[in-house]
């Protein structure tokens, strides 16, 4: 879809993407490269992208929950890379953090990725090394946990969103990649968004079906309100993790960059109809993809089988009454009126954080320090007290926990979505050892300085 000349979709089959699983300990292979892609079938010249396994996005990896998999990860790139596996609680070992966690995976490299995923769930994968610019190109992948015992659906799909700022023959916009507008603003926003890499990807389904819906937000920056226009649908999990199902009652599913919500979705309307799947800009509404109705019944009544996710161990982690306070303060950004930040140790103007490309700033620091923000022993609580004092929206990421966002109490997430002017906590339990992140999942923020770490001893 382009977002100025929208029309609702054709017709045209949905190709599935390609799938690796792994039953028992999996091994699986993903090679990051560079090389041409089409968005569609007609496309006149490719685009030239970064991807894992030549696919956009990167190959479906299905993995066992509680059980160790390997993903050997080969860099056929000409720059440096990494993976990090977002929303799964690993070893700190295997997070994809060059510099923090391991060393870049150089050219020609490899490294072995050993994930052991305490939680099942929907989750991705993505480039952690210059993320800007290789997730802008395409880096990224879909990594599915398996339930022991999911609920029946007749169809396990995935709709992972992503947006690209191409031109109009859909040639990658390079001259604007790392633009400090961009930073400064709300990151890079595409022009056309894709549905599982795709431009035209329809969803063929039967009346009376019940579909599982893994939603994913893929893209660098834009936050996706999207309207699903099918009466039965639930949410029953978020950010991987299960919730009590409720009824989707606006219909609309909100995504900022990196959050998922996981759906189920009993196919309602008449044989041989449709239903768009839209994407609402302000007050523009975009067909981006639809539910296609053939003209078979699957079942006149609807599936009477619990829809309920079982608990992963995630949902058995109570949080004490109290924790250890951390405030963290974002400021900066166009309109934010920032006037001076510590950089690299030193405290700098902002004409001088503009020439180093930092803008942003946790706590009145830019950029990773080296020292982290906090540091707890294992199994402390934690509130991190967010003041989100500028004219952004942030979608702020912690690495290897989940958390209790108070503005949605009862939902264990890893991203979560504060709009300008916000103030919130996040609490959780620190219980996973190692160095973590903490960043804006605005990719072009973190990169223009919203990000820090902690520790667990
Ligand atoms: Cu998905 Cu550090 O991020
Ligand atoms: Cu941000």
């Not at 008449?270 to 003209?295: A, C, H, M, R």
């Amino acid at each position: 879809m382009k977002a100025s000349s929208l029309a609702l979709m054709g017709g045209g089959l949905f190709i599935p993407g390609p799938a690796i699983s792994g039953t028992g300990a999996a091994r699986i292979e993903l090679t990051a490269s560079k090389g041409n892609y089409k968005f569609e079938q007609d496309q006149q010249s490719p685009t030239q992208l970064m991807f894992f396994n030549k696919a956009i996005p990167g190959p479906v990896i299905r993995i066992p929950q509680g059980q160790e998999s390997i993903v050997e990860l080969h860099n056929d790139l000409d720059e440096p890379t990494s993976v990090h596996w977002h929303g799964l609680r690993i070893d700190n070992e295997m997070d994809g953090v060059p510099g923090m966690t391991q060393d870049p995976i150089q050219p020609g490299e490899s490294f072995l990725y050993r994930l052991r995923p305490p939680d099942a769930g929907t989750y991705w994968y993505h480039s952690h090394q210059r993320t800007w610019g290789q997730l802008a190109f395409g880096l990224a992948g879909i990594l599915i946990v398996e339930e022991d015992e999911a609920p029946r659906v007749d169809q396990d799909l995935i709709f992972a969103v992503d947006d690209w700022r191409l031109d109009d023959h859909l040639q990658f916009d390079s001259a604007s990649l790392g633009s400090m507008h961009d930073w400064s603003h709300g990151g890079r926003l595409g022009n056309w968004i894709t549905i599982n890499g795709r431009l035209d990807h329809p969803y063929r389904v039967s009346k009376g079906e019940r579909i599982r819906f893994r939603m994913l937000n893929i893209a660098n920056a834009r936050t996706m309100k999207l309207r699903i226009n099918q009466p039965l649908s639930r949410v029953i999990a978020i950010d991987g993790q299960p919730v009590k199902p409720y009824e989707l009652k606006s219909g609309v599913v909100t995504l900022a960059p990196g959050q998922r919500s996981d759906l189920i979705i009993d196919i309602s309307g008449e044989p041989n109809s449709g239903s768009p799947i839209e994407l609402l800009i302000k007050d523009q509404v975009y067909t981006v993809s639809s539910f296609e109705v053939d003209g078979n019944i699957k079942r006149q009544e609807i599936l009477e089988s619990s829809i309920t996710l079982p608990p992963n161990p995630m949902n058995r982690i109570q949080l004490p009454q109290t924790s250890k306070q951390v405030p963290l303060h974002i400021g900066g950004g166009a309109m934010g009126g920032m006037q001076q930040a510590i950089y690299q140790g030193r405290e700098m103007g902002i004409q001088e954080l503009i020439q180093n490309k930092k803008i942003w700033a946790f706590n009145g620091i830019a950029g990773l320090p080296d020292s982290p923000l906090f540091k707890v022993r294992r199994g402390s609580a934690v509130s991190l007290n967010i003041d989100n004092d500028n004219a952004w929206s942030h979608a702020m990421h912690i690495h290897g926990h989940h958390f209790i966002d108070q503005k949605q109490p009862g939902v264990w997430r890893d991203t979560a979505l504060f709009m300008r002017e916000e103030k919130g906590s996040l609490r959780f339990v620190a219980d996973n050892p190692g160095k973590w992140l903490i960043h804006c999942h605005m990719i072009e923020h973190q990169a223009g300085g919203m990000i820090t770490w902690f520790e667990v001893t």
